[in-house]
């Protein structure tokens, strides 16, 4: 199982990058991964974070990868679902 510090790295990363939005998560079994959603109605981003991601690096670490990987860039440029994973960023 995914550590809920890690979980919260991330959903703290979402919140300081979309202020005031709401944020959901919960765990996807069946693909093994963190799902995210940041805000609601037409403007709903979505973003899973796969466990091996979680897995692999430490709590601090995760928001500056994702930062370096441009997710919050991708997220206000793209509808589909953006899935984040050692070697990067890409589309569902």
Do not use: W
Not at 2 to 9: N, Q, R
Not at 32 to 40: D, K, L, T
Not at 56 to 62: C, K, L, P, R, S
């Amino acid at each position: 199982m995914i550590k809920v510090e890690k979980v919260t790295a991330v959903r703290g990363y979402l919140a300081r990058e979309f202020p005031g939005a709401e944020i959901r998560d919960r765990y996807d079994s069946g693909r093994r991964a963190q799902f995210f959603e940041v805000g609601s109605g037409s403007s709903c981003h979505k973003v899973i974070v796969s466990g091996e991601f979680l897995e692999d690096h430490a709590e601090d670490e995760i928001p500056k990868l994702l930062k370096r990987f441009l997710l919050v860039e991708h997220l206000r440029e793209c509808t589909l679902p953006i899935i984040v994973t050692n070697d990067g960023l890409k589309a569902d």
